[in-house]
């Protein structure tokens, strides 16, 4: 069975700038979350995604968002790109029918902003 | 809120010697889940081991296994017959029960575990 799986693995943008990551969960799982591991800061949950909807929202600004896709997969949008933006950004998805919805990552993507 | 500690930032072990990483949580809630996940330096997030709070045997899973001491808010990982393998960073991460605060794993700020040959 596939894992979660994340694209591009790594993405270079000058300030200012959109970037956007792409991820699929697992196959069958409908939940998607984003994650941002930026240096000295720890874990921070950005965003989740069930069955096309924003279920909940992390303590992040507007400027990041994203969407999911009817086949589950997800997109996370960073617009107008700030330095400490740069950070490996992991994408984890889990099954409802999981009693403890444990969440699976995938590999990350490392945003560099420069 | 609910608050992860993990006070151990690094540790170091023999090959095939045990390590327990410690690790404390702070909520008032009743029923929640717990979970150890490994990040090697391939930096993918790898789950090790999950305990439900409703549960009082301990969690184990092959050389892993943790101590569950819900009074105090506890929940250490060992690792035992420690490989080379094990090196990580390990995370510490509560969440409430599904549907709950929105599914978000609150994570601790991770133990380096450094396995020696």
């Known amino acids: 069975e596939a894992g979660v799986t994340q694209s591009p693995t790594h993405l270079i943008k000058t300030r200012g700038q959109q970037a956007t990551l792409r991820c699929s969960p697992i196959s069958g799982h409908t939940s998607v979350y984003w994650y941002q591991q930026a240096l000295g800061l720890g874990l921070q949950f950005l965003l989740w995604?069930?069955?096309?909807?924003?279920?909940n929202r992390g303590n992040f600004p507007p400027r990041f968002s994203g969407r999911q896709f009817p086949n589950y997969s997800s997109e996370l949008n960073v617009n107008a790109l700030e330095l400490e933006d740069s950070a490996l950004y992991l994408c984890?998805?889990?099954?409802?029918?999981?009693?403890?919805?444990?969440?699976?990552f995938g590999p990350g993507t490392r945003l560099t902003v420069l | 809120a609910q608050t992860v500690t993990q006070s151990q930032p690094e540790m170091s072990v023999q090959e095939a010697e045990t390590v327990t990483l410690s690790c404390t949580y702070d909520?008032?809630?009743?029923?929640?889940?717990l979970f150890w996940y490994k990040q090697p330096p391939s930096r993918q997030m790898i789950l090790v081991i999950r305990q439900e709070a409703y549960k009082q045997q301990n969690a184990t899973e092959n050389r892993f296994s943790v101590n569950f001491q819900k009074a105090a808010k506890s929940f250490s990982l060992k690792i035992s017959d420690s490989q080379l393998g094990d090196t990580a960073m390990y995370f510490c991460?509560?969440?409430?029960?599904?549907?709950?605060?929105?599914?978000?794993?609150?994570f601790g700020g991770g133990t380096r575990v450094l396995v020696k040959p």
């Open positions: 984890a998805s889990s099954s409802l029918e999981d009693v403890t919805d444990t969440q699976y």
């Open positions: 909520t008032s809630e009743n029923n929640y889940y």
């Open positions: 991460a509560f969440m409430k029960p599904p549907g709950a605060a929105g599914n978000k794993l609150t």
């Open positions: 995604y069930d069955e096309g909807e924003e279920r």
